[in-house]
């Protein structure tokens, strides 16, 4: 129940309540002018009345209560609606007073429900915020991975060089739960033991010259094993083993992944860091075996692509015989030589010059001298003779039945023809010659490389005289 004071205060009254005194505090002063008419111009007559000050200074006191009793609801609407203004230019930690019990203290209480659901709002969208970047980050780290994966793929179906290929998944891996180092190690069946093949990062030189021998005790416990194996701050080693991988390679954390072939381990794909307190995720392990099966295909594919060069017999560019194929002919005909007491004879061809020749007129025309002194050497021999091209600017020919002599009078012959056909009429930067070297079995060999061995020190030996001849002795 309500007290005396209360009831007789202003403060606990509604604002309905306080308007309407207000006016009828304010009626008052009509009353009182008329009291003021009458007590000047009709009671002099009969004599100044003390009743009649009281209720004119009274009137007066009135008025002045009513006044402030108006001002101060209308200070206390105008500091609401200022405050009211902050909040909606966005300073929401601003909290509006309650110090009275009427409406506008109500209207209070409504405005600051309001700004905390506002408050409560901006929070929620705040961290909604930060899982929406989290997410984002995470797409765009997976977009990144995928773009490395395309990347690696697109090398291995354009047959890039294998070691690059091993080079590029490693470097990618590395971008993996913040590495430091990556490594790629290789398994050596007759040495029983793994060698970095490829590495990227921190400690990359130390790394590189890295052998895990199989009395180490990480080679059973952590490399030749058929899972991953993961070391952080929720997964351990062994002592001796967390020791012996620590001095192995200065990792504190390190994730590593088996790469099968035929269903034994290759290789060992790993990535590490030296951070304190790490943590490798699912995703980590998932995305890290994805790029060890790309290297698997890699290897694969590598060893395809030998096989395939092995079964090769003919050079892409003139059709001749490609190098594989002259070696393994020479020591059949070396053999057959051998057999029937027969001369066997080789020799080598070199453009000269022929790299500036390549830089000075471009690949198009390069090629095209290629084909052309192919098919002039062709041309100039027996069916017999077995023509070759061995490496970029090298043929090689193989004459069975033919000593060291005959050799060199047909090779002499060839570059005669070369020097005519391209040497006559031809600017000095134009000209195309040959040198070449014989050698002959049994005198200089009576095994392919050895043969082999003897053309090309002869070959070099007519470089060094002064290219544009042969030399067989």
Do not use: W
């Not at 697109?154 to 490594?183: H, M, P, W, Y």
């Amino acid at each position: 129940m309500a007290s005396k004071k209360d009831r007789l205060s202003l403060n606990s009254r509604s604002l309905k309540q306080k308007l309407v005194i207000a006016f009828e505090l304010m009626s008052i002063l009509p009353l009182l002018v008329c009291v003021y008419l009458v007590s000047t111009f009709i009671l002099p007559k009969f004599g100044m009345r003390l009743d009649i000050v009281a209720s004119i200074f009274t009137s007066i006191l009135v008025a002045v209560v009513g006044f402030l009793v108006i001002k101060e609801v209308f200070d206390r609407l105008t500091s609401m609606a200022n405050d009211a203004k902050k909040i909606a230019a966005g300073d929401i930690s601003l909290k509006l007073s309650i110090d009275h019990d009427d409406e506008v203290s109500d209207l209070s209480v409504v405005v600051n429900q309001l700004t905390q659901r506002i408050r409560g709002n901006m929070e929620e969208l705040k961290n909604y915020s930060v899982k929406t970047n989290a997410i984002n980050l995470e797409i765009q780290r997976r977009v990144i991975v995928l773009s490395n994966l395309m990347q690696i793929g697109t090398l291995i179906s354009n047959g890039a060089q294998f070691d690059d290929i091993l080079k590029i998944c490693v470097e990618k891996a590395r971008l993996l739960a913040n590495s430091e180092s990556a490594f790629l190690l290789f398994r050596d069946d007759d040495k029983n033991c793994f060698f970095v093949k490829a590495v990227d990062g921190a400690n990359a030189e130390y790394l590189s010259t890295l052998v895990i021998n199989q009395s180490d005790k990480i080679y059973l416990n952590a490399l030749n094993v058929n899972e991953s194996m993961i070391l952080d701050n929720q997964n351990y080693l062994s002592d001796d083993c967390a020791v012996d991988f620590f001095d192995k390679f200065h990792l504190k954390n390190a994730l590593t992944m088996p790469v099968f072939l035929k269903g034994k381990i290759k290789a060992v794909l790993g990535i590490g860091n030296t951070r304190e307190s790490f943590e490798y995720t699912k995703d980590d392990i998932e995305l890290l075996d994805i790029f060890s099966k790309q290297i698997a295909i890699a290897i694969e594919n590598d060893i395809l692509s030998h096989r395939v060069a092995k079964l090769e017999v003919k050079d892409a560019l003139t059709g001749l015989f490609n190098g594989v194929f002259i070696r393994n002919r020479l020591q059949e005909e070396i053999k057959r030589a051998i057999a029937y007491q027969r001369p066997c004879a080789f020799i080598i061809f070199d453009i000269d010059n022929f790299k500036t020749y390549y830089q000075d007129f471009g690949q198009i025309i390069a090629e095209s001298v290629i084909k052309n002194l192919a098919n002039l050497i062709v041309n100039s021999l027996d069916d017999v003779a077995r023509v070759g091209r061995i490496g970029d600017d090298e043929f090689a020919v193989i004459l069975p039945e033919y000593n060291k002599r005959q050799a060199n009078e047909a090779a002499e012959m060839i570059r005669k023809k070369i020097e005519s056909i391209y040497g006559d009429g031809q600017s000095k930067a134009r000209k195309i010659t040959v040198s070449a070297g014989v050698s002959e079995n049994p005198l200089d060999g009576i095994e392919a490389e050895q043969l082999i061995t003897k053309a090309r020190e002869l070959l070099n030996n007519a470089k060094r005289l002064g290219r544009n001849r042969v030399v067989a002795f």
